[in-house]
T-cell receptor
């Protein structure tokens, strides 16, 4: 079955340290790939997306993600985490072309002082 | 400009009752999506509208769920004979087109007692 896996339920990172959130998908072909962030009391916000082309994608708030076809992965990274980055992060995929998104279960990021 | 708005923000109802959840998309957005997010899970696709018509309703769990978008703007998700398992946050999103960024609303938290 097609699926999106975010293996880390929680991650704690010290402020200023680097971050990598993992995402793996299981689809027959390369789907469109997305990362969203959900902060308490706020709606989901798109950080970045990959449709085709350069496999390293830059997003908002200093985030980037790298698509690796051989590993079916689309990991999210940030070189230096700020306390305001504490939130829930969702990886999502679409293989329909009209953004019928399939989300992973999310990774909750905690930022320690 | 204004984002996607959803009303009510919270809805508490009793098992067996009928509820309506409203979504006001961003003005000019032709695509509108409904998702459901259960506790500890990522959002799950319910239905997608392009204009007034439901282009894909494959995510609706059963025939108790129905959604309309009569004038191609505001959408209403209707749930008949609510069950405790319907308790979740219902999210609405809109986009200008099929490949454009989806903007999510803050959601309606539905609690069925």
């Amino acid at each position: 079955a097609q699926s999106v896996t975010q293996p880390d339920i929680h991650i704690t990172v010290s402020e200023g340290a680097s971050l990598e959130l993992r995402c793996n998908y299981s689809y027959g072909a390369t789907p469109y790939l997305f990362w969203y962030v959900q902060s308490p009391g706020q709606g989901l916000q798109l950080l970045l997306k990959y449709f085709s082309g350069d496999t390293l994608v830059q997003g908002i708030k200093g985030f980037e993600a790298e698509f690796k076809r051989s590993q079916s992965s689309f990991n999210l990274r940030k070189p230096s985490v700020h306390w305001s980055d504490a939130a829930e992060y969702f990886c999502a995929v679409d293989n329909t072309g009209f953004q019928k998104l399939v989300f992973g279960t999310g990774t909750r990021l905690l930022v320690s002082p | 400009g204004a984002g996607v708005s959803q009303t009510p923000s919270n809805k508490v109802t009793e098992k067996g009752k009928y509820v309506e959840l409203r979504c006001d998309p961003i003005s000019g957005h032709t695509a509108l999506y409904w998702y459901r997010q259960s506790l500890g899970q990522g959002p799950e696709f319910l239905i997608y509208f392009q204009g007034t018509g439901a282009a894909d309703d494959s995510g609706l769990p059963n025939d108790r769920f129905f959604a309309v978008r009569p004038e191609g703007s505001v959408s209403t998700l209707k749930i008949q004979r609510t069950e405790r398992g319907d308790s979740a946050v219902y999210l609405c999103a809109s986009s200008m087109g099929l490949t454009d960024t989806q903007y999510f609303g803050p959601g309606t938290r539905l609690t069925v007692l």
